[in-house]
């Protein structure tokens, strides 16, 4: 009797450490690389100040996490930060801008010489780059472009 409950305990014991290992093995191994919602074969853009169509290239992430593209004449990388600028058309009045940015949960951060500086980092579900083209795309904008955290030229 006392080896058949033995052999049980030792049965059990094999069962629970084979368990243990094969779940181990099964939660620590990677699927993958984390997306990062960003596709370099994706085709992005922006408009500028001049209505400019400008296209980016999705390079990577920035060691903070941010995206890196190269610019349309690929002499620089941009720095995409959570802010963008934008001005309003000529008769567009505050209020419109106001009722903009809460059917976008943008937040306007600054007002400097009829330049508006609005931050998306409250907004999880956007970037700057998306919602710049968002805007630009409202009869009240009359440019709306992203703020470059960073620029560096390449040489």
Known sequence: MNQKKFINIAIIIGI????GITGYFILSQRVGEPT????????YFYYDENNYKNNLKFLR????????FLSSNENSELILGDSF??????GAALQDLQNLNQKYNAV????????YILTV????????LEMANLYHDEPVIQWAM????KQHELR
């Open 85 to 90: 600028y934008l001005k309003l058309e000529s």
């Open 146 to 149: 992203p703020l470059w955290k």
């Open 61 to 68: 992430l920035s060691n903070d996490g941010e995206p890196v």
């Open 36 to 43: 990062s919602g960003w596709d370099s074969s994706k085709p």
């Open 16 to 19: 629970v450490v084979i368990t």
């Open 121 to 128: 980092k409250n907004n999880p579900l956007t970037n700057a």
């Open 108 to 115: 306007l951060e600054k007002e400097q010489d009829g330049l």
